[in-house]
């Protein structure tokens, strides 16, 4: 599965982003999606999740209730709609494929997206 990762940019603080990923494969339906992050200096880290069916979703507590992860199998796209961005938001975004649901460890990464928050 060939992930494509889109959306970033540059956005004051208390603003909005929507990334996107597209993969390449029909059967991304049958891939739990997620995203990580990466800022600078800083290990990559979990950002949310969902599952196959989107009936499932999964989000790290720094950003519960500001982040939605949703999906569209039509178009073999995953979403995550950031809102209320702050400036340790700033971060290259990865989404992510796992065969396994939940995903756990995943099995294909997009090449990541960059969101930069300033002040």
């Known amino acids: 599965v060939q992930l494509q990762a889109s959306g970033g940019g540059l956005v004051q603080a208390g603003g909005s982003l929507r990334l996107s990923c597209a993969a390449s494969r029909r059967t991304f339906s049958m891939y739990a999606m997620g995203w990580f992050r990466q800022a600078p200096g800083k290990e990559r880290e979990f950002v949310a999740a969902?599952?196959?069916?989107?009936?499932?979703?999964y989000y790290a507590n720094s950003v519960k209730g500001r982040f939605a992860i949703s999906r569209d199998n039509a178009k073999n796209t995953v979403y995550l709609q950031m809102n209320g961005l702050k400036l340790e938001d700033t971060a290259v975004y990865y989404c992510?494929?796992?065969?396994?649901?939940?995903?756990?460890?995943?099995?294909?990464w997009g090449q990541g997206t960059l969101v930069t928050v300033s002040s």
């Open positions: 992510a494929a796992d065969s396994h649901d939940p995903l756990r460890a995943p099995d294909y």
């Open positions: 969902i599952s196959w069916g989107g009936g499932n979703t």
